[in-house]
């Protein structure tokens, strides 16, 4: 197989994810910074992009939260536990996955806009926002932590038990330090998702300045009135803030990996 | 550890409630919505020359984006499982860049780099269109959807070792005869996977699409766009409760098909 991997495809290699992907980001890059180091912070600092980052972080603070908390536990429902149907619900999951985001947007507006049938109208609210990102960023800590728990050894936990653990103890001791890195890890996922979210936000966020207008919906207003710096400029600062949360992750990630090796 | 009947049952009903109200309440309400006309309606709804045309546009862009990935997908798979080379690691956080990329971000970078005043601005000057244009909202989903097909290769070329390709070549065979021969049955179905992966993602991109098309009902909208715009522009809720739903059947399709894959690798798998 040597012959195939030659220099030259490697180099075929490099020119296809350049071309697509690291010239794009190079070039974004460059114009944040056409006026220099003072040009893009200033447009970080301006007020209406100080407040939209202030709110995408929150939000997508918030959504993860609540991940983490329900991811886990339905992973725990889908794998501990037994009910009819628990198959077309595992298959669920997966929904918000395969469904554009724009249809989850027009699907949360169709409940909770402006003629809500349960007579919930949260359309141009934060919450709206937390519920559109929780609704994308569903399967992240799930699909992490499952796998996770199917392979967790139960005769350690029945071993605790026998010797008179109670249950607040096991879950404490031996079954969140397990599952912590998968959490943690799903949780980065769903964080560097939420704040870059823009379709599921479109039609339900309303895009008020200062309220509810995330970091996405800032870019292309900035964009439509010409301000390509400003643009560029909090889009490097998304970018920047997932490409560190990312480094981290995988930095811890080889650690525990190398950890575990050891012992 | 034996939890009391009644943790386990309150553990599953929040679990089955928060899946209630966010996924199946909402979606429930606009399928009720989409065919509460009766089904004439929403079909005379996604038939209008806007949809069709919506619907085309959207196919034509995952028929040019799927070979462009397969092709070149399986060859940054076969570099990354394979090959020995400086900067393998670099080449591999690059793959998964996409995934971390906001999709208006997306849209804003490829104006920097294709649009006019960008890095490769004068190709626009010679009068070949590509921000707002056809080819803007290819390399738009090809962005996106660049990491699918390397990442469900890669692990299936790790996972069969290259015991296969050498005997093959040690007897003579080209290097496109192994690949051909040997590999590409090998890699099919994780290939299979990603190619859907990739069709569901073109299928529904919006933001970075959003960025660079001109968005002209019957000439540059996707059905993605469509459906934002029948219901932002036009304040034609049903039409766009319509085109939803027509997306929500299409991505409905894709996770069956993924489903079904996953079913198949797993006996494959089993049977080795």
Same mark, same amino acid.
């Given at each position: 197989?040597?012959?195939?991997?030659?220099? #030259?495809?490697?180099?075929?290699?490099? #020119?296809?994810?350049?071309?697509?992907?690291?010239?794009?980001?190079?070039?974004?890059?460059?114009?944040?910074?056409?006026?220099?180091?003072?040009?893009?912070?200033?447009?970080?600092?301006?007020?209406?992009?100080?407040?939209? #980052?202030?709110?995408?972080?929150?939000?997508?603070?918030?959504?993860?939260?609540?991940?983490?908390?329900?991811?886990?536990?339905?992973?725990?429902?889908?794998?501990?536990?037994?009910?009819?149907?628990?198959?077309?619900?595992?298959?669920?999951?997966?929904?918000?996955?395969?469904?554009?985001?724009?249809?989850?947007?027009?699907?949360?507006?169709?409940?909770?806009?402006?003629?809500?049938?349960?007579?919930?109208?949260?359309?141009?609210?934060?919450?709206?926002?937390?519920?559109?990102?929780?609704?994308?960023?569903?399967?992240?800590?799930?699909?992490?932590?499952?796998?996770?728990?199917?392979?967790?050894?139960?005769?350690?936990?029945?071993?605790?038990?026998?010797?008179? %653990?109670?249950?607040?103890?096991?879950?404490?001791?031996?079954?969140?330090?397990? =599952?912590?890195?998968?959490?943690?890890?799903?949780?980065?996922? %769903?964080?560097?998702?939420?704040?870059?979210?823009?379709?599921?936000?479109?039609?339900?966020?309303?895009?008020?300045?200062?309220?509810?207008?995330?970091?996405?919906?800032?870019? !292309?207003?900035?964009?439509?009135?010409?301000?390509?710096?400003?643009?560029?400029?909090?889009?490097?600062?998304?970018?920047?803030?997932?490409?560190?949360?990312?480094?981290?992750?995988?930095?811890?990630?080889?650690?525990?990996?190398?950890?575990?090796?050891?012992? | $550890?034996?939890?009391?009947?009644?943790?386990?049952?309150?553990?599953?009903?929040?679990?089955?409630?928060?899946?209630?109200?966010?996924?199946?309440?909402?979606?429930?309400?606009?399928?009720?919505?989409?065919?509460?006309?009766?089904?004439?309606?929403?079909?005379?709804?996604?038939?209008?020359?806007?949809?069709?045309?919506?619907?085309?546009?959207?196919?034509?862009?995952?028929?040019?984006?799927?070979?462009?990935?397969?092709?070149?997908?399986?060859?940054?798979?076969?570099?990354?499982?394979?090959?020995?080379?400086?900067?393998? %690691?670099?080449?591999?956080?690059?793959?998964?860049?996409?995934?971390?990329?906001?999709?208006?971000?997306?849209?804003?970078?490829?104006? $920097?780099?294709?649009?006019?005043?960008?890095?490769?601005?004068?190709?626009?000057?010679?009068?070949?269109?590509?921000?707002?244009?056809?080819?803007? $909202?290819?390399?738009?989903?090809?962005?996106?959807?660049?990491?699918?097909?390397?990442?469900?290769?890669?692990?299936?070329?790790?996972?069969?070792?290259?015991? !296969?390709?050498?005997?093959?070549?040690?007897?003579?065979?080209?290097?496109? !005869?192994?690949?051909?021969?040997?590999?590409?049955?090998?890699?099919?179905?994780?290939?299979?996977?990603?190619?859907?992966?990739?069709?569901?993602?073109?299928?529904?991109?919006?933001?970075?699409?959003?960025?660079?098309?001109?968005?002209?009902?019957?000439?540059?909208?996707?059905?993605?766009?469509?459906?934002?715009?029948?219901?932002?522009?036009?304040?034609?809720?049903?039409?766009?409760?319509?085109?939803?739903?027509? =997306?929500?059947?299409?991505?409905?399709?894709?996770?069956?098909? $993924?489903?079904?894959?996953? %079913?198949?690798?797993?006996?494959?798998?089993?049977?080795?």
């Amino acid at each position: 197989m040597r012959r195939l991997i030659n220099p #030259l495809r490697i180099g075929v290699a490099w #020119l296809w994810i350049s071309l697509i992907v690291l010239l794009p980001i190079a070039a974004i890059t460059t114009k944040a910074f056409d006026h220099g180091w003072s040009g893009f912070w200033d447009a970080l600092t301006a007020k209406n992009a100080v407040s939209t #980052l202030v709110i995408t972080v929150w939000v997508s603070l918030l959504v993860t939260v609540i991940n983490v908390v329900m991811g886990t536990i339905i992973a725990w429902v889908l794998v501990r536990d037994d009910f009819p149907g628990k198959g077309v619900v595992n298959a669920l999951i997966d929904l918000p996955f395969a469904l554009p985001t724009i249809v989850a947007s027009i699907v949360l507006l169709s409940l909770y806009g402006p003629d809500s049938p349960v007579g919930l109208t949260l359309n141009a609210t934060q919450p709206a926002i937390v519920i559109a990102l929780a609704f994308v960023t569903l399967p992240f800590v799930v699909r992490q932590v499952q796998p996770v728990l199917i392979e967790l050894d139960r005769e350690v936990e029945e071993a605790a038990a026998s010797l008179g %653990a109670p249950n607040r103890v096991i879950v404490a001791k031996i079954i969140i330090p397990t =599952l912590l890195p998968a959490i943690l890890s799903g949780a980065g996922l %769903a964080f560097t998702r939420a704040i870059g979210e823009f379709g599921s936000v479109v039609l339900v966020g309303g895009n008020i300045p200062g309220e509810t207008q995330v970091a996405s919906q800032y870019i !292309q207003q900035q964009l439509e009135v010409d301000n390509q710096v400003a643009a560029s400029a909090v889009s490097v600062a998304l970018l920047a803030i997932a490409f560190v949360l990312l480094g981290v992750m995988r930095f811890v990630g080889s650690r525990s990996a190398k950890r575990e090796e050891n012992e | $550890m034996n939890l009391s009947k009644k943790t386990v049952l309150s553990l599953r009903s929040v679990a089955l409630l928060y899946l209630l109200v966010l996924l199946v309440l909402p979606i429930g309400v606009i399928l009720y919505r989409s065919f509460e006309r009766g089904f004439g309606e929403f079909w005379a709804w996604i038939t209008t020359p806007a949809a069709i045309s919506a619907l085309q546009l959207s196919l034509l862009i995952v028929a040019i984006v799927v070979p462009l990935n397969v092709i070149f997908g399986v060859l940054v798979a076969l570099a990354l499982a394979r090959g020995k080379f400086r900067g393998k %690691a670099a080449l591999q956080a690059a793959v998964d860049l996409p995934f971390a990329v906001s999709p208006v971000v997306v849209g804003v970078a490829l104006i $920097m780099l294709w649009g006019v005043g960008g890095w490769f601005g004068g190709i626009e000057s010679l009068g070949f269109r590509i921000i707002f244009g056809l080819p803007g $909202m290819v390399l738009a989903t090809t962005f996106v959807t660049l990491p699918f097909v390397v990442r469900e290769v890669e692990p299936v070329l790790h996972e069969i070792g290259q015991d !296969q390709e050498q005997a093959a070549a040690t007897l003579g065979a080209s290097a496109w !005869q192994t690949f051909w021969r040997i590999t590409l049955p090998a890699i099919r179905w994780g290939l299979t996977y990603g190619v859907v992966l990739t069709i569901a993602r073109a299928l529904g991109e919006y933001g970075a699409v959003l960025m660079v098309s001109s968005n002209f009902p019957g000439i540059s909208q996707t059905l993605t766009l469509l459906v934002s715009s029948r219901n932002h522009d036009d304040y034609n809720t049903f039409g766009a409760y319509a085109a939803a739903t027509l =997306l929500m059947l299409l991505a409905l399709v894709a996770l069956v098909v $993924m489903s079904l894959l996953e %079913a198949t690798r797993r006996r494959n798998r089993d049977d080795d």
